[in-house]
């Protein structure tokens, strides 16, 4: 018998193949790689920019402020602040509570001839008229009754012949 001889055929490495596949890896890393440092490069301006803006915005804020603070130095009242400021306080002005306080007490022989508003003070003053002191230091008991703090005080009280008469004046907040 004769030996049987087989020869194999030689293994075959796809070189080329693999250098093609090698190359392409190669490629494609370097794209990667310039890719990503584009990418740096456009995040490191960015960030550099922000920055300078955050910088510039904190820059144009201060001079904002120091303007501001200049203007407001310089500012002078319009020429209607103080009437505006008054027609402010006459309408802030509690009149319904002044009127109904006067309202609601009632002493005889005292008769309210005048009452004067005065919003700029916060008060009033009424002028009374009265036949004696006794009713007029009742009626202005009965005004303060309820009061924690008295709220109307005598001004002044007078007596010239038959007629007498007295101003009473209140401060409201």
């Known amino acids: 018998m004769r030996p049987l001889k ?3 055929a030689p293994a075959r490495r796809p070189i080329a193949a693999l250098v093609v596949w090698g190359a392409l890896c190669a490629v494609a890393t370097i794209g990667l790689g310039v ?9 490191t301006d960015l960030v550099a920019r922000a920055a ?6 904190a820059r144009l804020r201060e001079s904002l402020r120091v303007r501001a603070d200049r203007a407001a130095e310089a500012a002078v009242p319009p020429a209607y ?3 505006a ?4 306080r ?13 309202e609601t ?12 508003l005065n919003a700029t003070r916060g008060g009033a003053d009424v ?7 006794k009713a007029l230091l009742a009626y202005l008991e009965l005004l303060n009754e309820g009061e924690a703090v008295p709220r109307w005080s005598l001004v002044r009280a007078e007596a010239a012949g038959a007629r007498r008469q007295a101003t009473i004046r209140s401060v409201w907040p």
Do not use: H
Request: proline residues 4%.
């Open 90 to 102: 006459t309408a802030a002005f509690p009149l319904q509570p002044v009127l109904r306080s006067l």
């Open 52 to 57: 300078a803006d955050s910088a510039e915005i």
């Open 127 to 133: 002028t009374l008229e009265f036949d004696d002191y």
């Open 105 to 116: 007490v009632a002493v005889e022989g005292v008769r309210v001839s005048a009452i004067e």
């Open 85 to 88: 400021l008054a027609v402010a």
């Open 35 to 43: 890719g990503a440092w584009q990418a740096w490069e456009r995040r």
């Open 6 to 8: 087989v020869d194999f």
């Open 81 to 83: 602040a103080r009437d």
